[in-house]
């Protein structure tokens, strides 16, 4: 009877690890985690000195693209809210950095942390209202705000702010201390680092935010909301903060995509943006901090592949592809990697009880 007790409370029939030893594991990880996340950093810096300054603006886009799939992630993967009008969080950055570049003359590093405050706010109180959807439901009222916020910059009220239908045109910000420092830089190359920072922060605040008692309590949301609430988890109050810094996010992107593009209208913030972000959350995975960047890679890049592939039906084959990533790979890029890394030290016998 032990013995069958103990089978059946760990199938996998390895002894549980002493405090010591998982302490030891954790480190371990860590570790390993610091390692390539150092290594991943020094690529970085290195790889928009031996590509085009096309490529540069690519990557750069893809940092940018990172930065709101990380924050629609927070949302949908860990507290389990579906948004399909993310695209309107990413406009108001924009338009904030935008306006505040064009009409007050706001240094460009000071316009990023006042879009994302401004986003803040906004998802804040579109959250407050939400608590009353799930679901489906929750998925069409973002869905609305999508639609409906391009419509809204175009009014004509709001056109001496907005630029109407013709936007707004901005100048790209030159490097500072680039001839003083010695360095190649140009407009594109700076703001690829520019980015390149930010991304950096908004990572390690997200993986610090969702790896400590905010981040269990989303994810206890999201799993089992009644038993969330009988242990003292305020759900109305959390899911509100999961939108207000899920905006935060999309809005710290939205207002870096003004200033790479140098250029900001309406219509470059369709239905067709959250769907698109929506996609590449999927696609990078759910629930993970690095599926944000498998999924910037995958919406700037596959575009383009499927366009060089078929010219008159380009998003047939992006349709395609995506059918076969969700096919191969149905937990996201970083879920499929995820596993083959533990299947590759099960049979290198690292994950053995002895090891």
Known sequence: MESATVATANPTDLPPLAPAQASGAVRGWSARWATAAVVLVLFACVLPFVVTNY?????????????????????????GQISLGHGAFYAIGAYVTAVMMDKFGVPYWLCIPAAGAVCLVAGFLFGLPALRLEGVYLALATFALGVALPQLLKYKHLEHWTGGVQGIILTKPEPPFASLLGLKLN?????????????????VLAWNL????????????RDQ??????????????????????????????????IAVAFVAPDSFTIFLSISLLVGMVVGGLASITGALWGAIFIQFVPNLADNLSKAAPWAIYGALMILFMYVMPTGIAGALRLAWVRIRRRTGRDSPAA
Do not use: C, E
């Open 55 to 79: 490529r540069v603006f690519q990557f750069t886009m893809v940092l940018i693209y990172a930065i709101a799939l990380l924050g629609l992630n927070i949302l949908t993967g860990y507290n």
């Open 187 to 203: 407009a594109d190359r700076w703001l690829y680092f520019f980015t390149l920072a930010l991304t950096v922060v908004m990572f």
């Open 210 to 221: 969702l790896r400590g008692r905010v981040g269990r309590a989303l994810i206890a949301i």
């Open 225 to 258: 909301p009644i038993a969330a609430a009988t242990m003292g988890i305020d759900n109305s109050m959390y899911k509100s903060l999961a939108f207000g810094v899920s905006a935060m996010f999309t809005g710290v992107a939205g207002g870096l995509g003004a």
